[in-house]
């Protein structure tokens, strides 16, 4: 599989460069084309990115020990959390000297740190000692594939009800982008509160990715898969408790307080179904089939990154109840659906 992250490696960083010479070239004298070639670059990246992406999970999966995923995955967001702090900092000091880099030298400038940092990154990957295939699939046509993913989802109850309950969960993140402008809009709160609340989103990141990963490790994805889906429900809950009695004509001082612990919970939720999730996959999947679970999964995954847009629609014509109603079903059909899951042992033990 590394022949094929690198091709895709390749591919992304040419995708990249093209979208940075294409702003260059065209954002001032014909922005209308840059916006164009914006899109169909970051497409092409993207693309490149989603192919490379199974390609690097199925060979985290044969190099990295099921019981040692956790700390490698925990590891990986504590570690990116705090560059990512570094790097926020940078951004906003190019931003702000607009006098020395101004529009559109100070985007191609983070473009460019962004195309050296990555590019490391691929290249330090791909360093990796990837053990023997113990299997080799043969070459199908894309027909076939589909077909093949159709099958997987028939056949396997344990991964179709996983998929499921991946996508509910998911399905939250319809209301991900109205948390904030509903206390800034609704519960009066100033514009600078979010800085707070992304604050205590990052502090309950770092602080639960050490426990998300040691459950992992010691009692085994599939309980961490459990409290997951158990937490889950938690901040549509919050968020639509508090709007409805919004609506209904209550406004105290404490509602405000209960988003500071809503953005925690968000924050403490932000590794933990990357990790439980991704780590129960990588068990239940078969050697020979991993890539086909893989896809499948991330591809079914791949249709809520247009849920927010459909958010947007729901909260200029209804309101923001229903937004954070609809996600507050999703995880409680979510946490129901992982009610049907079991023991990475015992779905071994039924498919051997």
Known sequence: KMIVYKYSLVGRCFSWTCMMLSIWAFASSTPQLAVVAFLLFFGSFAFMGGIGGIAFLDIIARTIPPRRRGAFWGARTIFGGILSVAAGWGVRKILAAEHVFPFPYNYLLLMALSLVSFTIAFALFTAVNEPPDTFV?????????????????????????????????DTASIAGPFYATFAIRELSSPDAIMGTFIMLQMVGNLITTPVWSYVSDVRGSFNALRLCL???????????????????????AWMISTWFVLYAILGAMMSGPMIAFTNYLMEIAEDEHRSLYMATFNTLDGFVMFFPMLGGIIVHTVGYPMVFGIALLGTLLATWCGRQLRPVAEVIASTS
């Not at 894309?142 to 998929?163: G, S, W, Y």
């Open 230 to 252: 158990l937490i889950a429900p938690a901040v549509p809950a919050i968020a639509f408790s508090v709007s409805l009695i919004k609506v209904l004509g209550g406004l105290s």
């Open 137 to 169: 699939r043969p070459r199908i046509r894309f027909t076939d594939e589909i077909r093949a993913m159709m099958e997987l989802l028939a056949t396997k109850r344990i991964f179709r009800t996983l998929v499921l309950s991946r996508v509910a969960m």
